[in-house]
């Protein structure tokens, strides 16, 4: 069983930045895909960014293309989530997540392929 802890989150004016981390430990961490989902008050949780075990293949929810940026270091076991050009949409709990299966070419996940999750981070985003 892996556990996922992140940090980083915050508040921010809304253009600035926030780098979220999310750090890894117990079972395997580098076979698997790993995600960024968000959660607002009153909305359901959705797929935000995911990223391939071996981090060649990335792919972003339409509504952070070109603003949020997926990484991963596995030496490190840490999961990055490099957030530029924020705005008050944004605002919402930040969860981390890893799949269940491990060795999965598509770096989109759904909750559903979701093995673990987070405890989650707020962020938020002041117009």
């Known amino acids: 069983q892996v556990q996922l802890v992140e940090s980083g989150g915050g508040l921010v004016e809304a253009g600035g930045s926030l780098r979220l981390s999310c750090a890894a430990s117990?079972?395997?961490?580098?076979?698997?895909?790993l995600a960024w989902f968000r959660q607002a008050p009153g909305k359901e949780r959705d797929f935000v960014a995911g990223?391939?075990?071996?981090?060649?293949?990335?792919d972003y929810a339409d509504s952070v293309k070109g603003r949020f940026t997926i990484s991963r270091d596995n030496a490190k076991y840490t999961l990055y989530l490099q957030m530029n050009s924020l705005k008050p949409e944004d605002t919402a709990v930040y969860y981390c997540?890893?799949?269940?299966?491990?060795?999965?070419?598509?770096?989109?996940?759904?909750?559903?392929?979701?093995?673990?999750w987070g405890q989650g981070t707020q962020v938020t985003v002041s117009s």
């Open positions: 117990g079972r395997t961490f580098r076979g698997y895909t």
């Open positions: 997540a890893i799949e269940s299966r491990p060795w999965r070419p598509n770096p989109a996940i759904t909750i559903g392929d979701v093995g673990n």
């Open positions: 990223i391939t075990s071996t981090g060649s293949s990335t």
